[in-house]
């Protein structure tokens, strides 16, 4: 291809603090030490379907957008340009706008596009480049479930905030005498509640990697009763697996979205005859400023994403491996999720320290 002039930078999916971060590292390197122009597409890639919405980017549109959470362009979770959902006429459709989407970046001057995103919008970016889009992604998730690096950015922050509230849970749990179970996010992957779990000092820690018993949890919660201590901590994954049968004997139905813990929680009253308390801790853990950590990383990544345009590496990810920042083919990247190993240092760990993960005899 030809000399690079304009690039766009997109984000797709939930939120995560870092992404201004990212956004002005890409902006500020790609105009200060390459001097292009940069177009922001808004709400993952709608500006590529509605060209009219794009926003310009510019050195000082980006001054100040570091410390802050959220994302200056705007996102969705809803927005693949290959299976777009819209509402027509009062019935849902489904419209592939792949091509409207690589005609309007080239008629808007496109050279290449950086796409920040977790698995499902690297998947996007991969589809575009495979159509012969100049594309290079950027790991973001609080789940740091991307396999391809040690860690995305948004991970640390979330950390940084459910390792707070458990501390805070943990003094109330102690002055009641209670049983608390904290819901947290982290998708199909236990790494937010294992590391807050183990930094907060919880009694239990319930991820999607290690199956569970209602019997022993129970006995880890009597374990702590005969040591003297009349309270415990359960932090729980979002999506953990839930045995087929209730401590009855009775059918467990599927969950809804954010009530696990109150599902377990019920269960548990029954077998412990206990007061339990449940606190699902929600969107809080992906809003905010980012962490100094984050805003440092995702700085990285963000001007590694223009040196990668500007070498013309296109179909790659940036990642952190060994410390430095590098890239993975994004075919690679989204190859399959990165979860916990049961056997692996980590939890080693934390069973040393007394942890139980619901699946001791």
Request: proline share 6%; net charge neutral; charged share 20%.
């Amino acid at each position: 291809m030809g000399a690079i002039r304009t690039i766009g930078v997109a984000n797709g999916g939930g939120d995560a603090p870092g992404l201004n971060a990212v956004i002005r590292g890409v902006v500020k390197s790609a105009i200060g030490r390459f001097g292009w122009r940069v177009i922001g597409i808004r709400n993952g890639f709608d500006s590529l379907i509605w060209p009219e919405t794009c926003l310009p980017l510019t050195w000082n549109s980006v001054s100040g957008i570091l410390p802050r959470g959220g994302t200056i362009l705007g996102t969705t979770n809803r927005g693949n340009p290959f299976a777009y959902h819209q509402t027509v006429g009062g019935r849902e459709v489904i419209q592939d706008f792949s091509a409207r989407c690589l005609e309007n970046a080239r008629s808007i001057g496109l050279d290449a596009l950086v796409v920040i995103g977790g698995d499902g919008t690297q998947s996007i970016a991969r589809d575009f480049f495979r159509l012969g889009l100049p594309v290079v992604g950027v790991p973001k998730t609080i789940d740091n479930d991307l396999s391809a690096t040690e860690v995305t950015f948004g991970f640390d922050t979330a950390l940084h905030i459910v390792t707070e509230a458990i501390d805070r849970l943990h003094t109330t749990a102690e002055s009641h005498h209670r049983v608390m179970l904290i819901e947290v996010m982290g998708r199909d992957a236990g790494w937010i509640a294992l590391h807050s779990g183990i930094a907060g000092g919880a009694d239990i820690i319930l991820i999607p990697e290690i199956p569970f018993t209602f019997e022993s949890i129970a006995r880890a919660i009597a374990r702590r009763e005969e040591a003297g201590k009349n309270f415990s901590l359960i932090v729980v994954a979002e999506v953990v697996k839930l045995p087929e049968k209730d401590p009855l004997g009775k059918p467990i139905p599927p969950p809804q979205p954010g009530s696990v813990a109150n599902t377990i929680a019920f269960s548990l009253r029954e077998m412990l005859q206990k007061e339990l308390r449940v606190t699902v801790l929600g969107h809080v853990q992906r809003g905010g400023s980012p962490s100094p950590y984050d805003r440092i990383l995702a700085t990285r990544f963000g001007v590694a994403a223009s040196e990668l345009v500007s070498r013309g590496e296109f179909g790659r990810m940036v990642c952190l491996r060994a410390g430095e920042i590098t890239s993975v083919p994004i075919e690679d990247a989204v190859a399959h999720l990165k979860l916990v190993d049961p056997g692996s240092e980590i939890v080693r760990t934390a069973r040393s320290v007394g942890i139980s993960f619901g699946d001791e005899q």
